[in-house]
């Protein structure tokens, strides 16, 4: 019965006690993910393209 106890426990929280947020909050917080996202690609790229330059001129000294 503990299972079942704890699923009506989560089901009343999740429809009771969770705010929800409003549609332009939703559109605000998705755009600034995904900003953040498209920051976050530019700089793994811009050290992997710095790698790639320096690992090609280490192995071009030898």
């Not at 079942?4 to 947020?21: A, R």
């Not at 993910?33 to 192995?59: G, Q």
């Amino acid at each position: 019965m503990k299972i079942v106890d704890n699923i009506k426990e989560s089901y009343n929280e999740l429809v009771h006690k969770v705010t929800w947020p409003t549609l332009k909050e939703l559109r605000a917080s998705s755009g600034i993910v995904m900003i953040a996202s498209l920051l976050l690609a530019l700089v793994v790229w811009a050290i992997d393209w710095c790698f790639e330059h320096l690992m090609t001129l280490i192995y071009g000294l030898f």
